[in-house]
Nanobody, 127 residues
Framework: QVQLVESGGGQVQAGGSLRLSCAASGRSFSKNPRAWFRQAPGKGREFVGAIQLSGRPIYADSVKGRFAISRDSAKDTVYLEMNGLKPEDTAVYYC?????????????????????WGQGTQVTVSS
């Protein structure tokens, strides 16, 4: 059974930092695009960032310069380092994996690109 399991969420004050992890099991995604999305109450799922096929990360403008995505291919785990957190970053954070390690005509920022999703982890930033 393929699983993506997030961890590292929690509550932090504005300006603080958190590091989320997303570990894969059941199959390898070590060469596949991986992404983070988030969903705040009453809002749709929002793209946060992704590691492209090239290995290069991309980010939403709202988190650029504050968040960083990295991966440990040996552990098949991706990380989301979040610094300078703001109350508007409060959301459930989901990791996602593309089932294909080949190019696809779907944007990295589109949820439809990703075939596998984690269960989500809550991040709450208080002012």
């Amino acid at each position: 059974q393929v699983q993506l399991v997030e961890s590292g969420g929690g509550q932090v004050q504005a300006g603080g930092s958190l590091r989320l992890s997303c570990a894969a099991s059941g199959r390898s995604f070590s060469k596949n695009p991986r992404a983070w999305f988030r969903q705040a109450p009453g809002k749709g799922r929002e793209f946060v960032g992704a590691i492209q096929l090239s290995g290069r990360p991309i980010y939403a403008d709202s988190v650029k310069g504050r968040f960083a995505i990295s991966r440990d291919s040996a552990k098949d785990t991706v990380y989301l380092e979040m610094n300078g957190l703001k109350p508007e970053d409060t959301a459930v954070y989901y990791c996602a994996a593309d089932g294909s390690a080949y190019g696809r005509a779907v944007s990295y920022s589109s949820p439809s690109r990703y075939d596998y999703w984690g269960q989500g982890t809550q991040v709450t930033v208080s002012s």
